[in-house]
């Protein structure tokens, strides 16, 4: 199975910045990888982006979508679109989006299945919080998160699942290995579309000084990368260290 590096740039970057990351990535990745990369800036730098990928193996991704194809919908952008500007993967259901936007599961549900619908491949995200993990209800919110996030044609081979516990996400705190090996081995007895080939990435303060041991861990198939992915060193140590 081909790990995946999925770097989240978050509601960061400029023009120039994103160029010089961009070509560098591209510069380091060659044409061919023994690992899947993708990078997801915010939409409004994703043509520049895609224009410096050209020939090379990365791959571009998106932060969100709409559930819809169309319509009166300000400010968001469709699976479709998404698809036509040249994205291969969106992420949806992020624990920001879950708690600034008030995204239920049900609402990333049908993301994800727009997701699916336009050719596109979903990287579905759980976690639960701090709180939720000092009452013990860890397992319960990720049974609850993973089936009703998603959607009816889910399958190994067309969606990838990120745990990120909440309290991790850019706060320098890393969960356990064995807190780690544990969420995977749930996620993956939840789904049932052949979860041996399922693809599940960690995500939560991951860089290049601790990738090593979280890659080698069981069931992890790669990283969700939040700060780290800006940086080019730290982001390419991080691929560098897939088994």
Known sequence: MRYLIAGNWKMNGSLASAKALTEGLAAKA??????DIALCPPSPLIPLVNAAIAGSALALGAQDCHANEKGA?????SALLLKDIGCRYVIVGHSERRADHGETDAVVKAKAAAALKA??????????TEAQRERGETAAVIARQVTG?????????NTVVAYEPV?????????????IAEVHAQIRGLFKAGPDALRILYGGSVKGSNAQSILATAG??????????????DFWRIIAACP
């Open 149 to 157: 996030s998603l959607p009816e044609g889910a399958t190994s081979a």
């Open 73 to 77: 919908h300000t400010g968001d952008v």
């Open 220 to 233: 992890v198939n790669g990283a969700l990368v939040g700060g780290a992915s800006l940086d080019l060193e």
């Open 30 to 35: 060659g044409t061919a990888s023994k690992v």
């Open 119 to 128: 050719g596109l491949m979903p990287i579905v995200c759980v976690g639960e």
């Open 167 to 179: 309290w991790a996400i850019g706060t320098g705190k890393t969960a356990t290995t064995d807190d």
